[in-house]
């Protein structure tokens, strides 16, 4: 299946995107967070952040996290997840944490938390990272057997384009994960997303024996970005070139 770009959900939902840069709300959520007393608190894996309806507008439109429904009509809450609630605090500097109802909490000592929880949280942190350094809004990807689904801008006016699939192997080039070492696995990953009109986006985290004591460290990683589509027979036959060059002599 080849994909033909954007499918966007209505009509003009183009022209909405395009009137409403994710770049600027994002932007305006800064603010708000950073105006904000309320800070994340760490529940089962995820984080809880309790929010105003201002924030709660903005952490919507941006597609951040996930609204709880609750009992209570004057508190709002949202649930974040630990790839989200880092790089808030980390990169976008306006997220406050708070760990077991102590003080809020810095940047390293968060680091450190989130290592412990997961000793491959770093591996995937960085592909989140480089996922939204390209503009794209991530969210999990557990409903289509990946890791990652990634919007051109909000889920309510277009469909995701890409699955993506996590890897990463040491400064030697060695695989370092169980994943994907066979072709059949990578075979039922592409016909999986292709049913769904998803390609599959590879990235691979190059430099995992690197020392991931403190965040700053992530930058000596290099994450190899690879599109993986369906071998299509009647695309790649010989006498598809043989057409195509008919009737040129020279």
């Known amino acids: 299946m080849e994909l033909s770009g954007p ?3 209505g009509k003009n939902f183009a022209q909405i995107a395009n009137s409403n840069p994710m770049s600027e709300i994002i932007a305006q959520l800064q603010v708000c967070l950073s105006n904000s ?11 809880l952040l309790e929010t105003v309806p201002e924030l709660t507008k ?10 709880l429904t609750t009992s209570y009509d004057s508190k709002q809450y949202f649930q974040l997840s630990p790839e989200e609630t880092f790089y808030l605090h980390h990169f976008l500097k306006c997220l406050k944490v708070s760990i077991d109802n102590a003080k809020l909490i810095d940047v390293n000592d968060l680091w450190n938390f989130m290592r412990n929880r997961s000793e491959l949280f770093p591996i995937y942190y960085r592909a989140y990272v480089h996922l939204r350094s390209k503009n794209w809004i991530v969210k999990l990807g557990t409903k289509n057997g990946v890791d990652y689904v990634v ?11 890409y699955a993506v699939v996590v890897d990463w192997e040491n400064d ?8 994907l070492r066979v072709w059949s696995d990578l075979h039922c990953a592409v016909r999986a997303c ?12 190059m ?20 599109q993986i589509t369906r071998w299509v027979p009647s695309q790649c036959r ?5 057409e195509g060059n008919k009737g040129e002599h020279h």
Do not use: M
Request: net charge neutral; with cysteine; proline share 4%.
């Open 238 to 242: 010989d006498d598809c070139k043989l």
């Open 172 to 179: 030697k080039g060695e695989k370092q994960s169980e994943r």
């Open 37 to 47: 007393e309320s800070a994340a608190l760490p529940i089962g894996t995820d984080f």
């Open 151 to 161: 919007y051109r801008h909000h889920p309510a006016l277009v469909h995701s384009e």
């Open 194 to 205: 292709n049913g769904v009109a998803k390609a599959v986006l590879l990235l691979n985290v």
């Open 207 to 226: 430099g995992y024996e690197v020392n991931f004591s403190l965040p700053e460290l992530l930058e000596r990683t290099i994450v190899d970005e690879r």
């Open 7 to 9: 499918r966007w959900k």
């Open 58 to 67: 903005l952490l919507n439109r941006t597609s951040f996290g996930r609204q």
